[in-house]
Nanobody, 121 residues
């Protein structure tokens, strides 16, 4: 099985910064895309940032110029640097990755357990 473990969430004041980390482990043959989604109370889960295997990145309009996604391919790790945080960034942030399981040979879409980010005024 492939597991994703996130870390780095917490409470921060508006205007502050946080860095989220996510490491994939387990029976990994290859990892393709890695990214971050978030879900605020009463809202649907939405894409925050995505990094393809070629290094191309996509961001939600609401976080462009404030958040930066990066990854260490050799360590199957992805980061999300969040700057100038706003109240509306409060949500549970989920790591997502797509890849192939080395045990089953199957492609899969994997999710972390989520980490809470709370921005206070």
């Amino acid at each position: 099985q492939v597991q994703l473990v996130e870390s780095g969430g917490g409470l921060v004041q508006a205007g502050g910064s946080l860095r989220l980390s996510c490491a994939a482990s387990g029976t990994i043959f290859s990892i393709n895309h890695m990214g971050w989604y978030r879900q605020a109370p009463g809202k649907q889960r939405e894409l925050v940032a995505l990094s393809s295997s070629s290094g191309r990145t996509n961001y939600a309009d609401s976080v462009k110029d404030r958040f930066t996604i990066s990854r260490l391919n050799a360590e199957h790790t992805v980061y999300l640097q969040m700057n100038r945080l706003k109240l509306e960034d409060t949500a549970v942030y989920y790591c997502n990755a797509g890849g192939r399981d080395s045990y089953t040979g199957m492609l899969g879409d994997y999710w972390g357990q989520g980490t809470q980010v709370t921005v206070s005024s």
